[in-house]
């Protein structure tokens, strides 16, 4: 990224709200379960499966818990009702991660009980390194109770992610994504090359490990890692999918579909945009000409 890439992106909480949403919107499918479910349609209409994303985190009040709870078992029923082919994914925060680790946990065991009843599965996102052992816990102990509809996430720029991925338990479902938080050298790479590294390697051992993956990234040099490491092996499609974010690089989806293999695509609705859009807003490489271009007098974006 140019040095000017990266002032913009340091000066996106001074650009207005209006702004922000209006750049953002390709990543979003908009503010209601209805147009997620709109968007989980046009998707899988293009053969092309989706995991639904209610907007939210870092709760500190567990009335808001309760909320996430009942909107992600409204989405569930919403999902199935409509006969459509979606998962959830959960931010733990999202769930009182950081109130409670008890409160978290039956939370979002309610929801995965729920799940498993309508034949449905629930990805449990990770976000920060302080969120990192617990989610890992919560993870183990769904596992241990029998929870099989279940899955977990590793990030690839985090040095602990190799013997993470040994501390699993068998037949883990782990997404392996670079990472998106900012976070200091002596936890994560900073460099893409290594990061890609640790990223292949991950795969590799979750592969041994007899996991199924979902390969998160749009970045083509790991999807060719990827493709190379699911040929040598001989996986089944049944055994791995890739995993894209709504709104981005969709020609690469088509070619990555166009291989032959399954590709779910993350799609993240609600009214709490604003946390995830700067996020993506950060890693668009043409993010400063958009925001400049929305910025002038006159501009619809
Ligand atoms: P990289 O950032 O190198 O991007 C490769 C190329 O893709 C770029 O050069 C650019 O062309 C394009 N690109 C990437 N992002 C773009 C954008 N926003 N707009 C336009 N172009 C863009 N992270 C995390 O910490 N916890 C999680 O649980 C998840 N979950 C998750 C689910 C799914 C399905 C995906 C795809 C990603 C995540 N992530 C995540 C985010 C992930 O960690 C990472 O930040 C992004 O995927 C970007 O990394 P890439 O692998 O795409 O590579």
Redesign the pocket.
């Known amino acids: 990224m140019s040095v000017f890439h990266t002032l913009v992106a340091r000066s996106l909480p001074l650009v207005p709200r209006p702004i922000v949403r209006r750049v953002s919107q390709r990543?979003i499918a908009g503010e209601t379960l209805a147009a997620a479910v709109a968007t989980v349609r046009a998707l899988n209409a293009e053969g092309l499966m989706a995991?639904v994303d209610i907007l939210g985190e870092s709760v500190h009040d567990a009335a808001l818990v309760e909320q996430a709870l009942r909107d992600y078992l409204d989405a569930l029923h919403a999902l199935r009702d409509a006969r459509l082919d979606s998962n959830v994914?959960i931010k733990p925060t999202n769930f009182g991660l950081k109130i409670d680790f008890d409160l978290c946990y039956e939370k979002v065991k309610a929801l995965v009980v729920e799940a498993r009843a309508l034949g449905n599965f629930v990805r449990i996102?990770?976000?920060d390194s302080s969120c990192t052992s617990a989610t890992l816990d919560l993870y183990r102990r769904l596992r241990a109770e029998g929870l099989e509809n279940v899955g977990v996430?590793l990030?690839a720029y985090l040095r602990r992610t190799l013997a993470d991925v040994a501390a699993l338990p068998d037949r883990p479902n782990v997404?392996v994504?670079?990472?998106?938080?900012v976070e200091p050298p002596d936890l994560a790479f900073k460099e893409?090359g290594l990061i890609n590294r640790n990223f292949a390697q991950a795969l590799q051992a979750l592969f041994d490990r007899g996991a199924y993956v979902?390969i998160?990234?749009?970045?083509?040099e790991?999807v060719y890692e990827a493709q190379r490491l699911v040929r040598e092996r001989r996986l089944e499609p049944r055994q791995y999918e890739f995993?894209?974010?709504l709104?981005?690089?969709e020609p690469l989806r088509r070619v990555i579909r166009r291989d032959g293999h399954r590709l779910?695509?993350?799609v993240p609705y609600g009214p709490q945009w604003y946390a995830y859009s700067l996020?993506?807003?950060k890693?668009?490489?043409?993010?400063a000409g958009y925001i400049l271009a929305a910025m002038l007098p006159g501009s619809k974006g």
């Open positions: 990543y995991t994914s996102d990770m976000e996430v990030q997404r994504c670079k990472g998106i938080y893409r979902g998160a990234t749009h970045d083509e790991v995993q894209m974010l709104g981005v690089r779910r695509v993350y996020r993506r807003l890693e668009n490489p043409q993010m």
